[in-house]
């Protein structure tokens, strides 16, 4: 399966933050949209990604309070992505790869969508449990023969 296709069912809505807001709104937002990560907007431009763990690392650092830290002294800016031909298998290694459960999808035109890694999971998944229940359906002798 493609990304476009996976985008295709999940659907194309994503969340953002801007890069002068603070990691105390990021955690808000992502607690009240039940998500993981937020993609960095500013002025229209993707510039990073700001996700759970980055807000932890700042909390665990006791430097400074969340509430203090602005998005763009804690987000990713050297963004991975990926495109909407990608198959998910690419995608699935991209992410275990960099241990990353996040990317954004990238076309000519800009900012397509994002992925997450419990998104390809579930595809991937309910493909594999189709395919095992097929073959055993297979072994057991259930599929008819065609025209015999």
Not at 120 to 148: F, P, S
């Amino acid at each position: 399966m493609k990304v476009k296709e996976l985008l295709g069912i999940k659907g194309l809505e994503c969340f953002s933050i801007t890069s002068d807001q603070t990691l105390l709104d990021a955690a808000k937002q992502m607690a009240e949209c039940n998500i993981g990560a937020l993609l960095v907007i500013d002025r229209g431009s993707l510039v990073g990604i700001v996700t759970e763990r980055d807000i932890v690392k700042t909390a665990a650092s006791e430097r400074q309070q969340c509430k203090e830290v602005r998005i763009k002294e804690a987000m990713t800016t050297n963004l991975l992505v990926v495109k909407p031909g990608d198959d998910l298998d690419y995608v699935m290694a991209v992410m275990i790869q960099n241990n990353i459960r996040h990317l954004p999808v990238i076309e000519e035109s800009g900012l397509m969508g994002m992925l997450s890694m419990r998104d390809v999971v579930k595809v991937l998944v309910k493909n594999l449990a189709a395919e095992n229940q097929y073959l055993k359906d297979l072994i057991g002798g259930k599929l008819g023969e065609i025209g015999g």
